[in-house]
């Protein structure tokens, strides 16, 4: 399983961003996928995440701003990010979670770096 990410960039501070994710297998295998974000000096967190079963989960501080999605057809997964703030600068990783008998298996995309410069 290959997660490739792209779409970010350097966005002034108000701006949008919809970062990418294509998996090299149907999106529908996985139970969970999700968007990380790794600040600067600091570890990885998540920020959004999406079940099989269609739940979705934002960390407050992204909350009414990002959206997580995916587009079955294309295996791919989204995050659409508006009203951005210099605070979510960082690299941003997805990953995706497939369980098969019991084993769970994590996937990672290589993360895609945002600037939101103030």
């Known amino acids: 399983v290959q997660l490739q990410a792209s779409g970010g960039g350097l966005v002034q501070a108000g701006g949008s961003l919809r970062l990418s994710c294509a998996t090299s297998v149907s999106i529908s295998s996985f139970s969970f996928i999700g968007w990380y974000r790794q600040a600067p000096g600091k570890q990885r967190e998540l920020s959004a995440a999406?079940?099989?079963?269609?739940?979705?989960t934002y960390v407050d501080f992204v909350k009414g701003r990002f959206t997580i999605s995916t587009d079955n057809t294309k295996n791919t997964m989204y995050l659409q990010m508006d009203s951005l703030k210099p605070e979510d600068t960082g690299i941003y990783y997805c990953n995706a979670v497939i369980d098969i008998m019991g084993v769970r298996r994590a996937y990672w995309g290589q993360g895609t770096l945002v600037t939101v410069s103030s």
């Open positions: 999406l079940t099989h079963g269609g739940t979705t």
